[in-house]
């Protein structure tokens, strides 16, 4: 998550920071006013690695004013000014460093594809006590140059970040609050009919008793195999919860993604979330001039939003269950199941 300007609003559901819409996917929650204190110099720095890290390894000799930019929910985020540029900083009290570590390692391995911006990960880790910290980056937000270049950016990120070990990640992540684990597997079917839908199928019969949407959901990984007719997939970098509040626009206009859930996967599993995204044609004709379109694409995208529509579910209720039996009702359908 990169710093934000102006006022800021606090998806707390799923702990992002997006700037000045609101976006019905999400529950929301507002901080009003920033409050901000001024720090003389490196006095308070015991016992707070944020600060400490800041003074030292950061290159500042003195943190002259700490603003408080949004969070509040989950995470608390904050604009350290310092001597030597800004800081953003996200904390939280009641989490340990685990999330934040995944974070900054999704972080760092989109930032070294050279090719979309992301905010740079610089520090992550435990708080004295009880909770953790991610200091990142800070940058200043300005007017996208539209959605184009958004799509170019992206696919070329999905160009650049491969792997050789297959399907997953270096460590599980989150997906909003919910875990997400990501063990390397060498079939893409495998890993996402086991570590993404099923996952969230199991939560989904724990939490509600949802035998309906369980069962339908285990006929679709039964067959999901015919939905991948002809079509390669190789193991590509994703951001992993692309939608609105994580996309924004540097002061250049450049597109900037945030608060990642990264993992290796199938390329069209990062339009997941574009029932919240709002991404248009410029977009997407941008993104498969660089990867071209596979053949059944328009049949497989209910298949990546299916899996957030759960973790909807499974976070905020019931409001999300019709989403997913829509989605699964049509694939009963389509597939003759």
């Known amino acids: 998550m990169a710093m934000q300007t102006a006022t800021l609003f606090s998806f707390c559901s799923l702990g992002h920071t997006s700037s000045l819409q609101l976006y019905p996917c999400h529950k929301v929650c507002r901080r009003v006013g920033n ?3 001024i720090m003389a110099s490196t006095s308070s720095l ?18 002259t004013k700490v603003s408080s930019v949004g969070g509040g929910c ?7 000014q310092t001597d030597v540029g800004s800081f953003f900083v996200k904390t939280n009290r009641n989490i340990g460093p685990a999330m934040f570590e995944a974070e900054a390692v999704g972080l760092d391995a989109m930032h070294l594809t050279n090719t979309i911006r992301v905010p740079k990960p610089f520090k992550a880790g435990p708080l004295p006590g009880r909770g953790s910290y991610i ?16 799509g170019r950016k992206l696919a070329e990120m999905h160009k650049a970040g491969s792997s050789e070990k297959g399907f997953g990640f270096p460590m599980d992540n989150t997906i909003g609050s919910t875990p997400q684990h990501n063990p390397w597997t060498d079939d893409w ?11 969230q199928l199991k939560l989904a019969q724990q939490q509600y008793r949802d035998n309906d949407v369980y069962s339908k959901g285990q006929k679709l990984l039964q067959n999901m195999q015919l ?18 509040g994580n996309v924004a626009a540097d002061k250049e206009g450049n597109p900037v993604i945030l608060d990642p859930a990264c993992y290796y996967g199938h390329n ?29 694409f328009e049949q497989r995208t209910d298949l990546y ?6 973790n909807h579910y499974n976070m905020f209720g019931s409001g999300y269950r019709s989403s997913c039996t829509d989605i699964l009702d049509s694939y009963m359908r389509l597939l003759n199941i």
């Open 35 to 37: 409050k901000s204190l």
């Open 46 to 63: 015991q016992g707070d690695p944020v600060r400490e890290w800041i003074i030292g390894e950061g290159g500042a000799s003195k943190i």
């Open 74 to 80: 989950i995470n608390n985020a904050s604009q350290y």
């Open 135 to 150: 200091i990142m980056e800070y940058i200043e937000f300005g007017a996208s140059r539209g959605q184009a270049e958004l």
């Open 189 to 199: 079917l495998s890993f996402y009919s086991e570590h993404r839908l099923g996952y």
């Open 227 to 244: 939905l991948f007719k002809n079509v390669d997939i190789s193991p590509c970098l994703l951001h992993g919860d692309l939608w609105s």
């Open 268 to 296: 069209e599993a990062e339009f997941g979330m574009s029932w919240c995204a709002g991404f248009g044609s410029s977009f997407y004709n941008a993104y498969f001039e660089v990867i071209p379109k596979q053949p059944g």
């Open 305 to 310: 939003k299916l899996y957030h529509y759960l």
